[in-house]
């Protein structure tokens, strides 16, 4: 997929995402950042010429929406893929009701597996995967998740499905999770380089989503504030 030495750039990645300094979702320094909402309107990422998967689609549309200067960034950094490879968006904006919905079912996965644990580890935990409603990306329009594949729609190696869970990939979902296939390094190596030089962030439990103006983003990146807040969910079509 990529020229040159492959371990070089699998240990590039993982010196970019080392483990020990990963910031989870649920950390309180992420619920402190300050939001300084900046009125982006929510639009459809294929007004920018991405391809869409429809694997998490909705009945209004949400999941295929980020905000205006989320896409315009998108599109930037998919200029800087290699000729014949190509975005695919599976998910931008997610509304409240739905993330509150997705994180409580995981949490609710995460206390039968760790019955004696407190609340907090449970949130801990959970927030590895899905995130708390209150912080959460998704809900603000910035964050996407997304996958790469050729010109003709065909997902490339990335180590993991996009949206496996720790348990099932073996922990394999981890950006720099050791012990993937070259090529899948490789094709997450060639996704950050493409989507940081445009000015997202990763969230480094889940090599497919990305974010950018949100609280997360604020925080690893310094930023007085977020610039978006939770997002308000499209308006029903008459």
Do not use: K
């Amino acid at each position: 997929m990529l020229a040159g030495n492959l371990q070089s750039i699998c240990s590039d990645l993982g010196d970019a995402f080392p483990v020990t300094d990963i910031i989870t979702l649920s950390d309180p320094r992420v619920a402190a950042v300050a939001e300084d909402e900046c009125g982006e309107p929510l639009v459809d990422v294929r007004g920018g010429g991405l391809r869409l998967d429809h694997r998490q689609s909705d009945d209004d549309g949400s999941f295929a929406l980020l905000r205006s200067g989320a896409l315009r960034r998108l599109v930037l950094a998919q200029r800087l893929l290699p000729a014949g490879v190509r975005f695919l968006v599976v998910e931008g904006y997610r509304p409240p009701d739905l993330q509150r919905r997705y994180f409580e079912q995981y949490a609710a996965t995460m206390r039968r597996a760790h019955p004696d644990a407190a609340p907090e580890r449970i949130r801990e935990l959970a927030s590895a995967y899905i995130s708390p409603p209150e912080v959460a990306p998704h809900v603000s329009g910035g964050a996407v998740d997304l996958t790469l594949c050729d010109r003709d729609g065909r997902e490339l190696p990335l180590g993991t499905e996009v949206n496996a869970t720790p348990e099932e990939s073996a922990g394999a979902c981890r950006t720099e999770a050791r012990g993937i296939a070259a090529e899948a390094c490789a094709n997450r190596a060639l996704m950050a380089r493409a989507l940081t030089s445009t000015g997202f962030v990763n969230y480094p439990t889940e090599w497919w989503h990305w974010s950018y103006g949100d609280r997360y983003w604020a925080l690893l990146l310094g930023a007085p504030a977020a610039r978006y807040g939770p997002a308000a969910p499209p308006r029903p079509t008459a």
